[in-house]
């Protein structure tokens, strides 16, 4: 099992940046992908971004290039999702994820294996 704790959402305005952070616990987080999704009130589950197990390999949804930039840091059993320029469309409650096994580059909610309870990131125009 593994447990995903997420943090840093919150009310912003929109051009602010913001910082998530993911904290695992349970078995062996480095060996992972770890991903990012958010879900608008109404709306299904989308695909944000992912990161492989290294770091050294990072996947986006084409509307997140850019602005969004996710990382980890094994040693902390942690991951990031750094948003820039919020907007409004960006308001939704962002999930971290992660999967035992396969790529980096699947984007199903499905795919993944374990969930964290999901923040609330609130942004006003």
């Known amino acids: 099992q593994v447990q995903l704790v997420e943090s840093g959402g919150g009310l912003m305005e929109a051009g602010e940046s913001l910082r998530l952070s993911c904290t695992a616990s349970?078995?062996?987080?480095?060996?992972?992908?770890m991903g990012w999704f958010r879900q608008a009130p109404g709306q299904e589950r989308k695909f944000v971004a992912s990161?492989?197990?290294?770091?050294?390999?990072?996947y986006y949804a084409d509307s997140m290039k850019g602005r969004f930039t996710i990382s980890r840091d094994n040693a902390k059993n942690t991951v990031y999702l750094q948003m820039n320029n919020l907007t409004p469309d960006d308001t939704a409650v962002y999930y971290c994820t992660t999967r035992v096994f396969g790529a980096v580059t699947s984007t199903s909610p499905s795919d993944y294996d374990y969930w964290g309870q999901g923040t609330q990131v609130t942004v006003s125009s």
């Open positions: 349970g078995r062996t987080f480095s060996s992972y992908t």
């Open positions: 990161i492989s197990w290294t770091g050294t390999r990072t």
